[in-house]
């Protein structure tokens, strides 16, 4: 009985700082109007959106998946290549597009689930990236992309002052919807199963869970809110290449912050991608050194793998949970926003080998 | 008495050693059935065929007289064959109440289910009936990697049971078990016969299976041995000699699980 009070202060808490972090975001580009760190701030939403989606089904199953800038780069490049083909003319309207490039990307990642999860642990990675690479090497190659020219993409004759916040508020939301299914789908019945795949698929199976249904399912949805990312992307940079479309970057920075921010949380790739990202961009543009952010992110990976392997935001309400614990001396609420339920096998390293369960 | 499980003339290879030679074997409907044998006879091995987690390409498994023989293991389990294994295989980082929900999401609806919340009123408040059952449901909400080899074994059988199967296969049950539970194993799969299930039971404490099986069948080199009632097998001298060759035979490859258990109450006997 005595728990009941605290646990409803603590979703009231919850809510007041979700709702808190909602107002601060909201507010954010009329605060801070310099137009680099409003684009800083897009590109920071892009990779939140996408961590978070990369963790709906690297997270949840213990896959992981090198390949979802595959998924990036479809969006990218369905947005791209309608608004050229229809003439289609710059403004608000285009943003209608990206949801079909999500769905697009949805349908890429169907053929690609069939194929690369009929595989496990280092085969699957391995698979991951080889499919990323064809699709590169299709977009370099194919007519309808015009190879390495790339491809122009209609800019908007916004004010140069607030260009930047139609942008921002559109990534917001992606950034809204990914956490919102990350969420749901965690507390759902394919949730749990997805979860029970990562502990132990053939004794998933045996207990009636359709490990393939399963698994495809949610490879398809993590396709989505990545697909949407890609066709802002390509919006906002005004042009779109293979290279950087279909970027092998991409595929580990999005990895790495899931990594950092605790793999298989819901607020841990959010908080990775946060401060990975801004970070980034900050180096780039303090530097004008485009490639000093890979040492950073070289070290930071290491720093991760040795100091944090479970991740910031475990390790982080861990502790804080171990001390409230002591204090009150009543067991500490599990708090399944940031916890990996119950201790974790999966290390980064065991990641990064493709021996994670 | 109809039989609900055959399996007949069941081979299976591992490089050069026959796990399954030509096996066969039959389970009546509404019985206690135990599966005995000495350390590598092929006991666990015809489980994984029966239950999908082995393919074989010789023989044949039937259940109510039609053929399951290589199916996957998440379509046997939904015929309604639970099985639990012999080294437990827990969702660790999962909670106990988890791990049971795991369980109950079997049914062929599946894609209408899936985005629904996990557990439903009914599937929890089944979930804790059947975890009393097993006497673990204080241990609910903890992550079941945080339970002792026993709980484990015991949070098995529990989740199995989740589905409601017909026909339960159990490898090892009492291995690791706190004797005085063993009793208590022993009462509740009698409960749960009398509501009609099947047992197959996989067990090396000779005590138990003699005491809880109607029928015993005694495996041998990936052969059936002997079948029969727990008094005509164990004055049996094929089962005997069996268990003697065993011992010397296995003792260096597995001495850890109840290995010199099997052979005292049958020599004790003859
Ligand atoms: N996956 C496998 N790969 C290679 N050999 C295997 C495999 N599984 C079983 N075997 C071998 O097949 C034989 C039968 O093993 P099995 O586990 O079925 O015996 P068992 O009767 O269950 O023994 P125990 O009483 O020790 O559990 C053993 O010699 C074992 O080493
Ligand atoms: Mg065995």
């Known amino acids: 009985m005595r728990r009941v009070p605290s646990v409803v202060g603590g979703r009231n808490l919850k809510a007041g700082g979700l709702a ?217 940079l005004g042009q779109i290449f293979p290279q950087f479309a279909f970027s092998p970057l991409f595929d580990l920075s999005v990895v790495l912050m899931a990594l950092f921010g605790g793999i298989g949380t819901i607020a841990g790739p959010l908080l990775g991608a946060l401060l990975l990202e801004s970070l980034q961009q900050y180096f780039t543009f303090q530097f004008s050194n485009g490639d000093l952010y890979l040492v950073i992110y070289g070290g930071l990976f290491l720093a991760v793998l040795l100091l944090l392997p479970r991740g910031v935001i475990p390790t982080v309400t861990d502790y804080l949970s171990r001390r409230r614990a002591r204090r009150s001396s009543a067991p500490a609420a599990r708090d399944s926003l940031t916890q990996p339920i119950g201790e974790p096998r999966t290390s980064p390293i065991a990641i990064v080998t493709g021996k994670a369960p | 008495m109809t039989v609900i499980l055959e399996a007949r003339g069941v081979s299976k290879r591992f490089g050069g050693i026959h796990a399954l030679d030509g096996c066969d074997i039959e389970v009546a409907q509404g019985t206690i059935s135990g599966l005995i044998g000495p350390n590598g006879s092929g006991k666990t091995t015809l489980f994984n065929v029966i239950t999908g987690y082995e393919r074989v390409r010789e023989g044949e498994i039937r259940l109510d007289g039609r053929a399951i023989t290589n199916m996957t293991p998440e379509a046997v389990f939904r015929l309604g064959i639970g099985r639990t294994f012999q080294l437990t295989r827990v969702f660790g980082r999962l909670s106990v109440m988890d791990n049971m929900l795991v369980a109950s999401q079997h049914d062929a609806s599946w894609a209408r289910r899936a985005f629904r919340k996990a557990g439903s009123h009914g599937e929890r408040a089944k979930a804790l009936e059947l975890l009393e059952f097993v006497d673990i449901a204080r241990l609910a909400n903890e992550p079941a990697a945080t339970l002792s080899y026993g709980q484990r074994k015991l949070l098995e059988f529990a989740y199995v049971l989740m589905a409601d199967p017909e026909f339960l296969l159990l490898d090892e049950p009492a291995g690791g078990i706190n004797p005085s539970l063993i009793n208590t194993l022993a009462e509740r799969i009698r409960a749960l016969n009398k509501e009609g299930r099947t047992f197959l039971v996989v067990e090396h404490n000779m005590e138990f299976v003699m005491g809880l099986c109607h029928n015993v069948t005694v495996m041998h080199h990936g052969r059936t041995l002997v079948s029969g009632d727990p008094e005509t097998v164990r004055r049996d001298p094929r089962v005997l000699d069996a268990y003697l060759g065993g011992v010397g035979e296995d003792e260096e490859a597995d001495g850890a699980d109840g290995a010199g258990a099997p052979g005292a109450p049958v020599s004790d006997e003859s």
């Open chain 1, 20 to 236: 808190a972090a909602m107002a601060v975001l909201i507010v954010f580009p009329l605060v801070f109007t310099n137009p680099t760190v409003t684009s800083i701030a897009v590109f920071t939403l892009l990779f939140m959106a996408s961590a978070t989606a990369w963790n709906v089904f690297s997270g949840y199953t213990g896959y992981v998946s090198l390949g979802h800038a595959t998924f990036f780069g479809t969006g990218a490049y369905l947005f791209a290549i309608v608004a050229m083909r229809f003439n289609l003319s710059a403004g608000s309207s285009l943003f209608a597009l990206v949801p079909v490039a999500g769905v697009a990307a949805m349908v890429v990642a169907v053929p690609f689930g069939l194929v690369a999860l009929r595989t496990r642990r280092h085969t699957f990675v391995v698979i991951t990236i080889a499919v990323f690479f064809i699709f590169q090497m299709l977009a370099f190659n194919l007519g309808i992309t015009q190879g390495s020219s790339g491809i122009q993409v209609p800019t908007p004759n916004w004010s140069p002052w607030t260009f930047n916040n139609p942008f921002y508020y559109v990534s917001l939301g992606i950034v809204v919807f990914a956490t919102a299914v990350s969420y749901f789908l965690r507390r759902s019945v394919l949730g749990l199963q997805l979860l029970a795949i990562r502990e132990d698929e053939d004794r998933a199976r045996g207990l009636g869970v359709p490990a393939g249904k399963a698994k495809l399912t949610a490879f398809v949805l993590s396709a989505l809110p990545v697909g949407m990312a890609g066709a802002v992307y390509a919006y906002f």
